[in-house]
Antibody
Framework: EVQLLESGGGLAQPGGSLRLSCIASGFSFSDHDMKWVRQAPGKGLEWVSTLTRSGDKTYYANSVKGRFTISRDSSKNTLYLEMNGLRADDTAVYFC??????????WGQGTLVTVSS | DVVMTQSPLSLPVTLGQPASISCTSSQSLMYSDGNTYLNWFQQRPGQSPRRLIYKVSNRDSGVPDRFSGSGSGTDFTLKISRVEAEDVGVYYCMQGTHWPRTFGQGTKLEIK
């Protein structure tokens, strides 16, 4: 059974940092591109970032480019999102998702990031 | 960025009746490999999104066959042949052809 378990969310101050983790199980982690998608409270879905299966290519939404860094450790079956320079509009539930056939087919339960002073 | 526009944004439906959601993209979603990477997702209240349809018309594993997707180029449709109570939630289209990836605004389906 495919499972994605995010952690690392919490309260951060404006300008602060957080590191999200997503532990994958039930599939061959190194065979899939992985992504982060977020959802602000009461709002729609926003793609944040994608990392290719080999780890050689990264893609970011303009809203996070230069502040967020996606990475993976295939030896630990774990995806990361390093978030720096956090702003109030980064407040959201962050979902980790696996990519297959042109889109995210499995999603985690999400981890809430709140940016507030 | 490719803009994904859904309509309607609110969809009240009687149980057992059909429902249809439209998604229009500002650019063609056909990729150079010949595939069109248009996905549909369902998000039930309090849950993570679940993908229903990939590459326009392919149902994901476990998705009931009352859900179907169609379209090409810039115009796409998700249809539910007979709405059931468990279909309540928000539906999103998402394009996986162009960077950055983009979602539609979401269509809230409710039971009338």
């Amino acid at each position: 059974e495919v499972q994605l378990l995010e952690s690392g969310g919490g309260l951060a101050q404006p300008g602060g940092s957080l590191r999200l983790s997503c532990i994958a199980s039930g599939f061959s982690f190194s065979d899939h591109d992985m992504k982060w998608v977020r959802q602000a409270p009461g709002k729609g879905l926003e793609w944040v970032s994608t990392l290719t299966r080999s780890g050689d290519k990264t893609y970011y939404a303009n809203s996070v480019k230069g502040r967020f860094t996606i990475s993976r450790d295939s030896s630990k079956n774990t995806l990361y999102l390093e978030m720096n320079g956090l702003r109030a509009d980064d407040t959201a539930v962050y979902f980790c998702a696996r990519r297959w056939a042109g889109g995210p087919d499995y999603w985690g339960q999400g981890t809430l990031v709140t940016v507030s002073s | 960025d490719v803009v994904m526009t859904q309509s309607p944004l609110s969809l009240p439906v009687t149980l057992g009746q059909p429902a249809s959601i439209s998604c229009t993209s500002s650019q063609s979603l056909m990729y150079s490999d010949g595939n069109t990477y248009l996905n549909w997702f369902q998000q039930r209240p309090g849950q993570s999104p679940r993908r229903l349809i990939y590459k326009v018309s392919n149902r994901d594993s476990g998705v009931p066959d009352r859900f179907s997707g169609s379209g090409s180029g810039t115009d796409f449709t998700l249809k539910i042949s007979r709405v059931e109570a468990e279909d309540v939630g928000v539906y999103y289209c998402m394009q996986g052809t162009h960077w950055p990836r983009t979602f539609g605004q979401g269509t809230k389906l409710e039971i009338k």
